[in-house]
């Protein structure tokens, strides 16, 4: 499975932004499947997260009431809303998938990522 995120750009602070993600064949409607970010200089982070039936959701407190994940089953394709966007949400945002259905926010239990998209906030 291969996964491609696009949406990045640059956007001033209070912005928003829509990421997508999408599969290289159709993700299993048993994938979970998340967004993390990376910021210079910084280690990988969690972000926002979905289970395979779109129930259960996760999020990093720095994000909880700005950012909305989302997921279309039937195009294996992932969605982050970005909302209300601050210059420390700057950083490389990666969608991931994994074979669990559960929503996960441990990195290491991801088993497919994509290339990464840059998302860059102006203040």
């Known amino acids: 499975v291969q996964l491609q995120a696009s949406g990045g750009g640059l956007v001033q602070a209070g912005g928003s932004l829509r990421l997508s993600c999408t599969s290289s064949?159709?993700?299993?409607?048993?994938?979970?499947m998340g967004w993390f970010r990376q910021a210079p200089g910084k280690e990988r982070e969690f972000v926002a997260s979905i289970g395979w039936g779109g129930e259960r959701v996760y999020y990093a407190d720095s994000v909880k009431g700005r950012f909305t994940i989302s997921r279309d089953v039937v195009k294996g394709a992932v969605y982050l809303q970005m909302n209300g966007l601050q210059p420390e949400d700057t950083a490389v945002y990666y969608c991931?998938?994994?074979?669990?259905?559960?929503?996960?926010?441990?990195?290491?239990?991801?088993?497919?990522w994509g290339q990464g998209t840059q998302v860059t906030v102006s203040s």
């Open positions: 991931a998938a994994h074979r669990r259905s559960a929503a996960l926010t441990d990195a290491s239990l991801y088993d497919y």
């Open positions: 064949r159709r993700t299993s409607s048993n994938n979970g």
